[in-house]
């Protein structure tokens, strides 16, 4: 199975709760609101603070999947705990203590997912860390900014994520999720490839009519 994470970055900030209502007929738990957190330093944009996410939170029919592109993460695991976000990421490159933030982490969300950039190869992962993860997120743009095009290299990494999972006999749970420049071409050879979780920015909401937004859901999950 597939789980659909329409990006809010490129919703309709000043019609947040329809933008949220649009996607009620989807089953509950096929779908996540991605959440891109970013802080002005890490990358070079910013979204949404905290009393935004805390009302997102307050609203929300599907799980939010928090993704945080911020130099420091453990001030965000801290101060976003009360706002029933389900997954938690942070990017790989942001610290040098992965298995602590992990743990802390784990202590306060149900689930834990770790970013790598583009450039950051599978293989920096040590194995003991891949085994803490529910979800790793395979950058497919640089971060920062929705609209932009997907880079193919994604594809290997998701291969390589995925045989690995297949290989530990189980040891290895998470959920590979791609992010970045993905319309349903992408998606169909994202899924072949081993992806479970596909986020969609741009592909979803660029549209001028809200009915189309749950089409644009079915056609990522379609293709497989
Ligand atoms: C980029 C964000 C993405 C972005 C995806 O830094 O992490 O979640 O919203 O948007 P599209 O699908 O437009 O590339
Ligand atoms: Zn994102």
Request: aromatic share 12%.
């Given at each position: 199975m597939v789980t659909i994470s329409p990006s809010?970055?490129?919703?309709?900030f000043l019609k947040l709760g329809e933008e949220l209502s649009?996607?009620?007929?989807?089953?509950?738990?096929d779908l996540w609101f991605h959440l891109d957190i970013m802080?002005?330093?890490?990358?070079?944009n910013m979204t949404f603070g905290i009393p935004v996410i805390k009302q997102i939170g307050m609203v929300a029919k599907h799980p939010l999947d928090a993704h945080l592109m911020v130099t420091n993460p453990l001030f965000y695991v801290e101060h976003l705990?009360?706002?029933?976000?389900f997954n938690l990421t942070f990017h790989f490159e942001t610290t040098k203590h992965h298995d602590s933030l992990i743990h802390k982490i784990k202590k306060h969300y149900p689930s834990v997912g770790m970013a790598i950039n583009p450039s950051t190869p599978v293989d920096a992962i040590p194995d003991y860390i891949l085994e803490m993860l529910d979800l790793v997120l395979i950058m497919?743009?640089?971060?920062?900014?929705?609209?932009q095009k997907f880079i193919p290299y994604a594809l290997h990494k998701v291969e390589e994520l995925n045989r690995k999972r297949v290989q530990s006999n189980g040891l290895l749970k998470y959920v590979i999720q791609v992010d970045g420049g993905i319309n349903s071409e992408e998606a169909k050879m994202l899924v072949q490839k081993g992806a479970n979780n596909l986020v969609a920015g741009s592909y979803i909401?660029?549209?001028?009519?809200?009915?189309d937004y749950n089409q644009r859901v079915e056609s990522l999950k379609a293709n497989h």
């Open positions: 809010l970055l490129s919703a309709n649009a996607f009620d007929s989807q089953k509950d738990k802080d002005g330093h890490f990358v070079p705990q009360e706002y029933n976000i497919s743009v640089n971060p920062g900014f929705g609209g909401f660029n549209n001028k009519n809200k009915d």
